[in-house]
């Protein structure tokens, strides 16, 4: 009885998991139609709420995002280059694919906040105006529309400038 | 079975026990004494950049709020137009009400021992803090802080600590 105790302890602990998290992932909703789950899938949304690390997410990330190409518009910036850069100086620079979304995992750039980052595509070059302190997810603090709480989608030109095409197929 | 006196009596009581339970209103509460507010704007600029992104103390999460033009906003988008007054006495109050008997004792003794607040300890880096050691002691925000609250503020030292700069090269 003894040694089954901390198995029944474990177990009762897996099931209860965290209701938070729960909510946070049941909040985010399904997929949309067509995209499977990938490095496609769910742009502009808080990538670390399922790949921060607690699941239900297999690859762990330590800072991921969508770009797009105009504030106003839906229109995913492919092929954009993202440099992060940590406050010890250590950086990594990682692509946006055709939905503009960018992904660093977790193994290959553990950053120290604050975080400096920019974009660059092209003669864009893009420094954002204030570093990143504690959220590997653009979308905390880049959702969108904006808000008293948000500054909306991270977005590298006026509308109406041209921009190289790309789209998923 | 109650008589109109009784029914009085009672409503009295209610009413002072009422009175006597409700806290003064927010506009009405005050520290005495307290560091300046006329003073603050520089201090709130230096904690906005250091303290107040969206992702730490410029979040609706957080009880410790601290607004501002990149963070968060009172009335209106992020990112666009400069602190307002408003925004800058909400931070204030959000400062000045954490720890309201000891900072007014800090301040009575003319900015002594600050690291009798938890505000200072968390940017000192002295005690647990999410955000990890934001103003290091002796630094230029740690400056800025602790001698706005001694009542001698060191300008130059928040315009100093509200530059973040990027490590070199990048």
């Known amino acids: 009885m003894s040694r089954a105790l901390p198995l029944v302890l474990a177990a009762f602990l897996a099931a209860c998991g965290d209701p938070v998290h729960a909510d946070a992932v049941e909040a985010l909703g399904p997929e949309a139609d067509g995209v499977e789950p990938g490095p496609l899938h769910r742009p502009g949304q808080p990538c670390l709420t399922c790949h921060g690390g607690k699941g239900p997410g297999n690859m762990e990330f330590s800072v991921a995002g969508t770009i797009y190409k105009y504030a106003d518009s839906s229109e995913p910036l492919a092929n954009a280059v993202v440099k992060l850069v940590d406050q010890g100086g250590p950086s990594t620079i990682v692509g946006t694919n055709c939905a503009g979304n960018f992904f660093v995992q977790r193994v290959d750039f553990d950053p120290v906040f604050p975080l400096w980052t920019r974009v660059k595509l092209g003669s864009i070059d893009i420094e954002m105006s204030t570093p990143v302190f504690g959220a590997g997810s653009c979308a905390h603090c880049h959702s969108d529309p904006p808000t008293e709480s948000s500054v909306g989608r991270i977005y590298v030109a006026p509308a109406g400038t041209e921009l190289p095409g790309g789209s998923c197929p | ?170």
């Open chain 2, 1 to 170: 079975m109650s008589s109109p006196l009784s029914r009085a009596t009672t409503a009295w009581i209610v009413c002072a026990g009422l009175f006597g339970c409700a806290g003064p209103a927010d506009e009405q509460a005050t520290i005495t004494p307290a560091p300046r507010r006329e003073s603050f704007p520089p201090v709130a600029d230096m904690l906005h950049s250091h303290c107040g992104s969206l992702d730490c103390h410029g979040s609706r999460a957080r009880n410790l709020r601290i607004y501002g033009i990149n963070g968060l906003r009172i009335d209106g988008i992020s990112g666009t137009g400069p602190t307002t007054a408003d925004e800058y006495d909400a931070t204030y109050r959000a400062i000045v009400y954490l720890e309201p008997e000891k900072l007014s004792r800090v301040v009575a003794d003319g900015g002594r021992n600050p690291e009798r607040l938890s505000l200072v300890r968390k940017a000192r880096g002295a005690e647990e803090h999410k955000g990890g050691t934001m103003a290091p002691q002796g630094s230029e925000a740690d400056r800025c802080l602790t001698s706005w609250i001694a009542g001698a503020l060191d300008a130059p030292a928040c315009a100093l600590a509200a530059e973040m700069s990027p490590p070199e090269g990048f």
